[in-house]
């Protein structure tokens, strides 16, 4: 096989890393149930292009955006193998990461889109692949992050970047962010986890950035606003390995730029 190809009215075309699901499941007298669409792209790719950065940046803040879009399986010579065929698609989960320092790969971000209705088709012709933008990779491990006046430099991983949408209320919420956090930093955040819990901590703002592979220019920032500290552990040790801690963040909102 070749490649897969997404395109979606609200963003440019791009090659996926992987694509799962979306297709129409007969359910007897229930009728036709549509299986969310799972699909991950190297993330700069997507941001290569103006408008994949400000779809980026909608989906962060749990903007509605219901798109319609084909994903396509391609061969090596860049034929249409098979197409799927979405329409009014919805966001429901989107995730960027995660940010491992010792993780040398592209940075990535994973969506989940909820389809009401789809269909496959055999392919045919010529697929018109996803603009080769002149863009620097970022890597999940080249990021640098800023929290206020805390001690940020030796955080070593970072999870739950991103949010996903209540099935019932249809709200958009951030997950939990998780962070590693070095134990010759750790006091600090300690110490910001004791205001919390004696309710004098009030809420900071976040920025992380990625990084070109020299790690002096920065590629994509994303802000996080409204951040609070709900957990800090301490990363214990069994005298042979040093543990980092471990720290979780609550998030009001999230934007890119």
Known sequence: MGEIVAKFDAAPSVRLLEADGG??????KAGVKIDPLRVSAD???????????AWLNTALRGGSQVANGTVTQTDLSGNAQYTLTIEQAAVTRLHVGPLDVTERRPATVEVTLAPSRSQWTKGKGKVAGAANAKTKAMQSSNFRVKLDSLPTQRISEIGGIGGRRDDKSGAWACDTLELEVSMTDFDAWLAWHAEAVSGKANPRSMTIEL??????DTLLTLQAQGVTILRADPGLSDGEVNRPGRVQLAVDSWSAK
């Open 43 to 53: 993330l700069s790719a997507l941001v290569a292009d103006p408008a994949g950065l």
């Open 23 to 28: 297709g129409a499941v007969i359910q007897g």
């Open 211 to 216: 990084l070109d592979p020299t790690m002096k």
